[in-house]
């Protein structure tokens, strides 16, 4: 289980990123959704130590993070956002060269790491191919198969599905949904999609905080009766957003369905909605708004 409490993060430019998470995260896949600037990668570099917190605790099994960096990188897997720059070598070497420098000395047992990691995340059949020259999903891949060398018990992967095709965004899905039976795997992505299609549990982080968190299907159960649709003529748009509280708009048959946050109901051709997670998400969203509104 790893348990994050009042960890805040202020850059030295004093843009503050994470603003007193607190949050217990365990087995299983873990979808961390937020828009662009949310904190998500300062979260995620912070739980993978490569950024030390201005506050706050991190906990994993028995492992004080901030105290003991080292044992935590020694269970820790990390896709992140941004791989870098792969040298000229084959898919095979490089993942062999990644095992020794985590710690796999003997060669057989190297072997055996490479060769598995290899045949699970489906590259076996290009293991000679440089890793300069794969798709997009084939780097994904590659991304996890590196960050499962070690048997790791955390697993990070930061927005990993960015420039994939469908097919191969399903094939990378696959393979992480097969990982995060049995350790911690946590996803960060702004796409409501990759949460609902994957994630038992899930946070919303916005501005640097948890706005809510729990499972997807609780999380939409809990937003009924809270959000209304009605269609109108494109023409109506800024009257509706001057009147309520509007979320979400999108173009149907040529006219405009709007989605409103309200307690009750707003009559005037509005009906409840039944409620989605891009639903709960948006409304999250508006409700960090106006509270950041009410603070300025
Ligand atoms: P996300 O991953 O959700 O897009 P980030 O963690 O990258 O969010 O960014 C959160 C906020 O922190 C943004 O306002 C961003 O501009 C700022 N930020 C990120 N990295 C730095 C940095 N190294 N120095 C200063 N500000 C940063």
Redesign the pocket.
């Known amino acids: 289980m790893l348990h994050l409490k009042g960890v805040e993060h202020v850059?030295?430019?004093g843009?503050r990123?994470l603003d007193g998470v607190t949050i217990s995260i365990g087995k299983g896949m873990f979808g961390l959704l937020?828009?662009?600037?949310?904190?998500?990668?300062?979260?995620m570099r912070t739980i993978a130590t490569l950024q030390t917190p201005t506050a706050g605790e991190i906990r994993f099994g028995d492992i004080d993070v901030l105290t003991e960096p080292g044992r935590l990188r020694s269970t820790l897997g990390y896709l992140p956002?941004d791989f870098g720059v792969y040298p000229r070598v084959s898919a095979y070497d490089l993942l062999d060269h990644m095992a020794s420098l985590k710690g796999i000395t003997s060669a057989a047992d190297r072997r055996a790491t490479v060769e598995t990691l290899l045949v699970q995340t489906n590259l076996w059949n290009v293991r000679t191919k440089t890793v300069a020259g794969f798709s997009g999903g084939m780097r994904q891949r590659f991304g996890i198969a590196q960050a499962l060398i070690g048997n790791p018990k955390l697993i990070i992967v930061?927005?990993p599905t960015a420039g994939l095709d469908p097919e191969e965004r399903n094939r990378f899905y696959n393979l992480l949904v097969e990982i995060g039976e049995n350790i911690v795997v946590i996803l960060?992505t702004?796409i409501v999609e990759d949460v609902a299609d994957l994630c038992p549990r899930m946070a919303v982080?916005a501005a640097?905080r948890i706005q809510l968190d729990g499972a997807p299907g609780e999380l939409i159960q809990r937003s009924r009766g809270t959000v209304w649709a009605t269609t109108i003529d494109r023409d109506r748009l800024d009257e509706m957003k001057a009147a309520y509280n509007v979320i979400a708009t999108r173009l149907f048959a040529g006219r405009t369905v709007v989605h409103v946050l309200s307690e009750r109901d707003p009559g005037n051709g509005f009906s409840a909605v039944e409620g989605s997670l891009e639903d709960v998400y948006l409304s999250a969203l508006a409700h960090s708004r106006r509270a950041s509104q009410r603070a300025a």
Not at 34 to 43: R, V
Request: charged residues 15%.
């Open positions: 850059y030295p430019n843009t990123a937020g828009p662009n600037g949310a904190g998500k990668s300062s979260l956002q930061d927005e960060s702004h982080l640097g």
